[in-house]
């Protein structure tokens, strides 16, 4: 079992930066996909950063390229997702998740999720 928390979500003005973080806790995650994914009401929940575990490997959504960095602190256990240049259209709950399937930019490749957290972002 891997237990995940998120934090680091509020409310920023457009332009603005936040950074989230997910502590992992449970068993070792080895080479495990660590992503992130977001859902705004009335949406589906969509694919955002994943990231290798034991590094080397990182994959971006084509809308946040250039904007967020996702990186992992294996000492901390936690992964980031620092997000920069933001926009009303990120507006969501972001969740983090954990896998054992690559590429990991789909829902159904992650085992373990965490609870969300809420990214507003005003205009």
């Known amino acids: 079992q891997v237990q995940l928390v998120e934090s680091g979500g509020g409310l920023v003005q457009a332009g603005g930066s936040l950074r989230l973080s997910c502590a992992a806790s449970?068993?070792?995650?080895?080479?495990?996909?660590m992503g992130w994914f977001r859902q705004a009401p009335g949406k589906e929940r969509e694919f955002v950063a994943a990231v290798r575990w034991s590094g080397g490997y990182t994959r971006y959504e084509d809308s946040v390229k250039g904007r967020f960095t996702i990186s992992r602190d294996n000492a901390l256990s936690t992964v980031y997702l620092q997000m920069n240049g933001l926009k009303p259209e990120d507006t969501a709950v972001y969740y983090c998740a954990a896998g054992s399937q690559y590429p990991g930019v789909a829902a159904y490749e992650y085992t373990y999720w965490g609870q969300g957290t809420q990214v507003t972002v005003s205009s």
């Open positions: 449970g068993r070792t995650l080895g080479s495990y996909v």
